[in-house]
């Protein structure tokens, strides 16, 4: 999909606040160190399965400069102290799998003062409506079980899903090619 790299909307949290969701760009580099450096430990342990502090300069050249074809990343940008900053992200990226299935891993990260917020469910629905035109047919993930936090976004949006248990780790998949929500509350494919 190649109108994905210039992907820009405006949604409203849950407290009213307005953020944009944009595509990730190379320029992100600075605004996205200052982000991990911000995190509390335990936010850096559920993204990362450990407390990254450091970002190599090849992680970062990968973490935003993406292709926006088998690799989509999204932020989420709101001024705090009066200059622009990250406050969240979600990417997926296109994976081999097994079953000749068209999927993606996806992944997340949301500042901790943006959590419970409704952030990453609405960067679930950009990523999904992207990955939809793209033709992927499922996300997956690796989750650690303790967080709940992003095992409840998976839940709204009400596609099938699907846990694994390996150890502390959940491998969750998301069947994205449902036409409505399970529940009917949410439909995140008419969007």
Do not use: W
Request: aromatic share 6%.
């Amino acid at each position: 999909m190649n109108d994905a790299g210039s992907y820009q909307v405006n949604e409203t949290l849950r407290n009213g606040e307005t953020v944009t969701i944009r595509a990730i760009r190379p320029e992100d580099k600075e605004l996205i160190l200052k982000g991990v450096r911000e995190l509390d430990d335990s936010t850096l342990y559920l993204r990362f399965f450990g407390t990254k502090r450091e970002i190599s300069d090849q992680e970062l050249k990968y973490f935003t400069e993406v292709d926006f074809i088998d690799h989509v990343a999204l932020v989420a940008v709101a001024d705090l102290d009066d200059e622009p900053r990250i406050i969240g992200g979600g990417r997926y990226i296109a994976c081999e799998n097994p079953a000749k299935i068209r999927s993606a891993e996806v992944a997340f990260m949301i500042h901790d003062r943006y959590q419970g917020k409704g952030l990453g469910t609405i960067i679930m629905k950009h990523l999904l409506k992207i990955a939809r035109k793209s033709g992927i047919a499922q996300f997956e993930a690796e989750v650690l079980q303790e967080n709940s936090k992003m095992l409840a976004v998976f839940a709204r949006t009400g596609l099938p899903l699907t846990k694994v248990r390996l150890g502390g780790v959940l491998h969750v998949t998301l069947a994205l090619s449902l036409t409505e929500s399970i529940d009917g509350t949410r439909d995140f494919n008419k969007e």
